[in-house]
């Protein structure tokens, strides 16, 4: 299927690793321009080089600290016309909410809720005015089925979901439509950690807290990242022009609701 993508461009945040990474390929291979952006400029540089090698694709990159306000407005004029948004960042730490500050909610709301917002922001009005857009949130499967030690990351996506629930419905007569994917466990750098926090705070091996978390997806596997990176390309694409404001969960079946 032609996905109707060539000539767009796309920033993709967090794009140097993990989800982000397989997002901004998958895009690529459709013949998208796509810009990555993350802190360390390394991580970029190969990342970059990787996409390009993998299908000749033209990828740029920018670091930026997704919690500056001036780094967020640099990013976005740099890369001029964004016709495709995803945005993304790394979860805040699991833990007890009793040990939370308030800093710590903030810094968690920052990066998770606001940051993304703000970016929407800064890219929404080009977007209505040229008749086209597609923004992306890379959420969490938590969103649908919050986890237990992850309240930072539970209250601060489900904001998020909240607020880009309205907006998709007053920008979908533009052309622009808002769509958010929500992962659960995905073979990914964030994956390896939150096994580390478990078996840390139940003082089994590491092995034993990954082996329990899959004995609960019925599809007997972590995700793919590829399969993810390919989904965004999707609700990216031309063909996702009636679909807004939706919660697309891609967990493996581990979600036991009909809804």
Request: charged share 20%; hydrophobic share 45%.
């Amino acid at each position: 299927m032609d996905l109707g993508l060539a000539g767009r461009r796309a920033l993709v945040c967090g794009g140097s690793k993990g989800l982000g990474f397989a997002c901004a390929r998958a895009l690529a291979q459709e013949g998208v321009a796509v810009t990555i952006t993350a802190r360390g400029e390394a991580g970029l540089a190969a990342a970059a080089a990787a996409i390009r090698a993998s299908c000749g694709a033209e990828v740029g990159w920018t670091a930026a600290d997704m919690r500056s306000e001036a780094d967020r407005a640099r990013l976005v004029a740099g890369v001029g016309q964004v016709d495709i948004l995803v945005t993304n960042a790394g979860g805040p730490p699991p833990g007890d909410f009793r040990n939370w500050s308030a800093a710590d909610w903030h810094r968690a709301l920052e990066l998770n809720m606001l940051a993304p917002i703000d970016l929407i922001r800064l890219v929404i009005d080009g977007m209505t005015a040229r008749g086209f857009g597609r923004i992306i949130n890379i959420t969490s499967g938590a969103v649908k089925a919050p986890l237990p030690g992850l309240g930072l990351s539970n209250g601060a996506r489900a904001g998020l979901t909240g607020f880009v629930a309205g907006l998709s419905r007053e920008v979908v007569r533009h052309g622009v439509t808002i769509n958010n994917l929500l992962p659960s466990a995905f073979r990914t750098e964030r994956l390896d950690l939150t096994a580390r926090t478990i078996a840390a705070e139940k003082g089994v091996p590491e092995e034993e807290a990954m082996a329990d978390r899959l004995a609960g997806i019925p599809a007997g596997r972590f995700g793919d990242p590829d399969d993810f990176g390919a989904a965004c390309a999707f609700f990216a694409s031309a063909r996702m022009g009636y679909v807004t404001g939706q919660n697309l969960l891609m967990d493996g079946g581990s979600f036991r609701g009909t809804l």
